[in-house]
């Protein structure tokens, strides 16, 4: 008898998610970079954004009607270094995809490239996107407004979206410099990670309209849709502890994810309408690449951006502390103690993964937790 395990291999979990987009009407080459968008944050560590989003953040909002599997994109407008896209809410990966590369052309021939879009829906993990500029040899910059989370500093409404910012920097080491985060202290997609494995959101990160945190990741979530919280912004509540800094660059991100294409913002992303059903969220991005040959040259960068890493990794550490970390670093770790073995899926998942493939009857895929 098999021993049951929750860790599906690569080139299963692969195949598997390629053919699901593929029967939910998503051509076979958009499947594809759906898939390896998705499962890079499972690669990476980052549960939120991997296998846990496949069917209730993509499957279920395509079968809802708010989101389409075919994407449209389209140019609207275009110069040497620049663009704006409308990606008529189709798969916000393959824009994300598309639109990156546009920006690493642009900065190839001229320096530096920005596409701004429109009409998107959730792309997945920023820092993918970052990381295609770094392979290039590119700084890479990205940002994604969201359905309102956050609430403003000294605010109880939610009214920007968790707004991640995120940079991409080549190295001389294995690894690029890579931050990837919410403008909030966590994210949506991390709340719904405690809901689905039975956890309560820790203190401190979400806040009721009493101005007082909540730590019960299943009301949260149906709090934040109904207004009755907010996640606090990166700082915390207040001032006294910076939450202003976080409020801040939370707007940074709506302004150049809307104001440059002229998409929606804050409130018009909710998702629902004055009835409460669900209706898309026209999200907007921006994607940003710099070709360091344009400066001083790629591998003097590499070399100067490795030895800061370096140094900083060097510095003494506080008492009982093991190791420091850059950016890019524990992301990397994971993968190389996953890229033998493969995904783990949690139960929740697990039955998610089951229903879809008998639903289509792709009978060859047997999970190894069966």
């Known amino acids: 008898m098999a021993v049951k395990s929750n860790i599906v291999d690569w080139k299963t979990i692969t195949e598997f998610v390629i053919e699901v987009f593929v029967k939910y009407g998503i051509p076979e080459e958009d499947a594809k970079i759906c898939a390896d968008v998705l499962l890079e944050s499972d690669k990476r560590g980052i549960p939120s ?39 008529h809410l189709g798969m916000g990966q393959v824009i994300g995809y598309k639109a990156m590369n546009m920006a690493i052309e642009k900065a190839k021939k001229y320096g530096m490239g920005m596409v701004a879009v429109r009409n998107s829906t959730h792309y997945g993990i ?30 109880v409404e939610n009214m920007l979206g968790t707004n991640p910012i995120t940079f991409g920097m080549p190295t001389d080491e294995e690894f690029p410099f890579v931050l990837d985060c919410a403008t909030s202290i966590t994210q949506r997609g991390k709340i719904e990670h405690y809901s689905r494995v039975g956890l309560p959101t820790p203190e401190g990160m979400v806040i009721g309209n009493d101005g007082k945190s909540k730590t019960d990741s299943d009301q949260i979530l149906k709090d934040l849709n109904t207004g009755n919280a907010a996640l606090a912004p990166l ?13 801040g660059y939370a707007t940074v991100v ?33 994607f940003i690449a710099i070709d360091t040959e344009s400066f001083m040259g790629l591998e003097e960068f590499k070399k ?28 990397y770790l994971v993968w190389q103690e996953r890229k033998d073995s493969g995904v783990p899926i949690n139960e929740a998942v697990q039955k998610e993964l089951i229903q879809l493939r008998d639903e289509f009857g792709l009978t060859k895929y047997v999970f190894p937790f069966e």
Do not use: W
């Not at 994407?71 to 663009?83: G, P, Q, R, V, Y």
């Open 49 to 87: 954004h991997g296998v846990n989003r496949f069917k209730p953040i993509y499957l279920d909002r395509i079968k809802a009607g708010i989101q389409k599997p075919v994407t449209n994109f389209e140019i609207l407008k275009e110069t040497a270094t620049t663009a704006v896209v409308d990606g």
């Open 126 to 155: 920023a820092g993918y996107y970052t990381t295609m500029a770094t392979d290039q040899g590119c700084i890479g910059i990205t940002g994604t407004n969201a359905r309102p989370s956050i609430a403003p500093t000294f605010g």
């Open 235 to 247: 700082g915390g509540i207040g001032e006294e502890l910076g939450g202003y800094k976080g409020y």
């Open 254 to 286: 709506e302004i150049l994810s809307a104001a440059l294409q002229q998409g929606s913002f804050l409130r018009a992303l909710s998702g629902v309408d004055k009835e409460g059903n669900k209706i898309p969220m026209p999200l907007g991005h921006f």
């Open 304 to 331: 100067t951006c490795g030895d800061i890493l370096r140094e900083l990794r060097g510095s003494r550490k506080a008492p009982g502390e093991e190791r420091i970390y850059t950016a890019g670093e524990k992301e």
